[in-house]
């Protein structure tokens, strides 16, 4: 299974275009998103919640906690999007099989780096793994999140995804969001 997405100009034009590929979660630009995704959302949390960013030593262990192995191959899938060739955001997805009637998977690492958001990437990023989703056989993509997350929040909800009951059990979900997946057009 690959995706691979181009956008944007033709390489002669001064403006940078995104491209989405799958990339091996280990790869060292999907390390280093993985970083700056989870100090991100765990620096968010530390500050409103305790007025004070993640501690190193929290931050450095639970980075290696989260292997990600769950996103490789055969039944996930880690996309790396870059933006004028730099490393930009990610997005991973991963089968779940059968849960509540449907063939489920579940969205996990959807980011984009501050400096790219408002470029057009996250929607990119959601395309690819909704395809990878239904090309593992999934009906539909389920994900929690934090409610001061808003800014994911918003992009789930103009993509298509609606709130629903608790779908998973993690420290941290606050909300849960499921959509169902159109079949693949030929």
């Given at each position: 299974m690959s995706t691979h997405i181009e956008t944007g100009t033709a390489a002669s034009e001064a403006a940078p275009s995104w491209t989405i590929a799958p990339e091996a979660v280990d790869s060292e630009a999907a390390a280093a998103?993985?970083?700056?995704?989870y100090t991100e959302v765990s620096?968010?949390?530390y500050l409103l919640h305790e007025g004070h960013r993640t501690a190193p030593e929290e931050l450095e262990r639970e980075v290696a906690a989260e292997t990600g192995d769950d996103l490789r191959p055969p039944t996930g899938m880690l996309f790396v999007a870059r933006y004028g060739g730099e490393p930009a955001g990610t997005a991973g997805v991963r089968l779940l099989g059968e849960l509540k009637g449907a063939s489920t998977a579940e969205l996990k690492r959807v980011f984009l780096r501050e400096d790219m958001r408002g470029k057009?990437?996250?929607g990119l990023l959601l395309a690819a793994a909704e395809d990878a989703a239904r090309a593992l056989g999934a009906e539909?993509?389920?994900?929690d999140t934090r409610l001061d997350l808003v800014e994911a929040r918003a992009l789930?909800?103009?993509h298509g995804y609606e709130e629903s009951e608790p779908l998973t059990e993690r420290m941290y979900a606050e909300c849960w969001y499921a959509k169902r997946l159109s079949?693949?057009?030929?």
């Open positions: 998103l993985w970083r700056a995704y620096d968010r949390y057009g990437g996250a539909r993509v389920i994900l789930y909800a103009r079949p693949a057009t030929s």
